[in-house]
């Protein structure tokens, strides 16, 4: 049986078996083969935290020029900026010394057709209304603003003056920052 965890083809084009999972740990392997300890430390060396979408389209190192033990990367559905964000950036900030913050959402988000719908859907389903909001939005720019003014008003964080926000276009790869103030 196919499930969708399954990789029934490698880049050749034949048949492997294995789950995806399988697939990730072989990788690993040949990674940790060719990998040698940096010996760096924990604390990011640009003093940044990015929180973004988990979007599979957005390669944050990539789009940002980032290296390894640059910063932190916060990713979750939407890069939305919930209590558990700011449980992340508190600890980014007061344990390992990030000052700025990058806020980063994207174009053709999942988060767009969704609605808090979604949560009477489950409840109807499974007999439990879900704890946590969906974090729907319909205007990203907007969306982008409210992350922003979330950070800047979190009584936890300890450096508020340098928090930008921006969406990722992802059919150009380029960012468009975010006026906080429009
Ligand atoms: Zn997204």
């Not at 050749?12 to 078996?17: F, L, N, R």
């Not at 979408?53 to 939407?78: Q, V």
């Not at 704890?131 to 964080?157: G, I, K, Y």
Request: glycine content about 8%; charged content about 25%.
């Amino acid at each position: 049986m196919t499930t969708s965890a399954s990789v029934p083809t490698d880049p050749d084009g034949a048949t492997t078996g294995g789950t995806v999972t399988d697939r990730l740990v072989e990788a690993n392997q040949r990674y940790a083969a060719a990998f040698t300890d940096p010996g760096m430390d924990a604390r990011p060396v640009l003093r940044v935290a990015v929180v973004a979408c988990m979007d599979a389209r957005l390669d944050l190192h990539a789009a940002l020029g980032l290296e390894l033990g640059d910063c932190h990367t916060i990713r979750n559905a939407g890069g939305v900026v919930t209590d558990d964000v700011i449980r992340s950036l508190t600890i980014s900030q007061r344990k390992l010394g990030t000052r700025s913050v990058v806020l980063i959402h994207h174009t053709g988000c999942g988060l767009e057709s969704l609605t808090e719908d979604f949560r009477t859907e489950l409840e109807l389903e499974v007999g439990q209304r879900p704890a946590w909001a969906v974090e729907s939005f319909s205007d990203v720019d907007q969306d982008v603003r409210q992350s922003m003014q979330r950070v800047r008003t979190s009584p936890f964080l300890q450096h508020t003056d340098d928090v930008r926000g921006f969406v990722f276009d992802v059919r150009t790869g380029l960012l468009r920052e975010v006026d906080p103030a429009s």
